[in-house]
């Protein structure tokens, strides 16, 4: 991303053209904690609704380490694997509790899934939904659209975005209750 547009968040049509963060993007060298907020920063600037917001900070990357959800740093540098768990964080740190994610880790963990494995999942399901919401937004702009139809459709997106995020908090509450050890 140029240097230019650091300073404020960029238009809506990066969104949509956002395809993931590919494997070959993440950095091959261990990183300290600076370059790794910058990495984030460059990578998802144009998620920021202003330029004051942070798109993650020390603190939210030091209490995924104090909660286990990545391991802690090597002499004070984070590897590749830890940017690429960090990576799915970010995003699902929108939608669940720090408490879920960590369970989901643990089963994903426990399931013996490498980290490149699930990365590739991660990556391949949100290129996948980008597509979509892409999609959804040019059939959305190619007809004349009044204001209670763009309300309508604002409406529809979030009630669809509740629904799957309770959805995926029975799932992930199921695989939590088979998981647990008899008593």
Do not use: W
Not at 100 to 126: C, H, K, M, P, W
Not at 149 to 167: Q, S
């Amino acid at each position: 991303m140029e240097r230019e547009n650091m300073s404020k968040p960029i238009d809506g049509q990066h969104i949509l053209d956002y395809r993931g963060v590919e494997h070959e993007d993440i950095p091959n060298i261990d990183i300290y904690m600076d370059q790794l907020l910058t990495f984030f920063d460059q990578e998802y600037e144009f998620f920021k609704r202003s330029s004051k917001e942070n798109i993650i900070t020390k603190s939210m990357i030091n209490n995924y380490v104090k909660a286990g959800i990545i391991n802690k740093p090597r002499k004070k540098k984070y590897n590749r694997d830890q940017v690429k768990i960090l990576i799915i964080i970010f995003h699902l740190k929108q939608v669940m509790s720090i408490q879920d994610i960590q369970a989901l880790f643990r089963r994903v963990a426990a399931s013996g899934l490498s980290n490149d494995a699930f990365y590739d999942i991660f990556l391949n399901t949100e290129k996948t939904a980008y597509e979509e919401l892409s999609n959804l937004y040019n059939n959305t702009l190619s007809s004349e659209l009044d204001d209670p139809t763009l309300i309508n459709t604002i409406i529809t997106l979030t009630t669809e975005a509740c629904a799957k995020k309770r959805l995926a908090e029975k799932l992930l509450h199921k695989i939590m209750e088979n998981t647990k050890p008899d008593k």
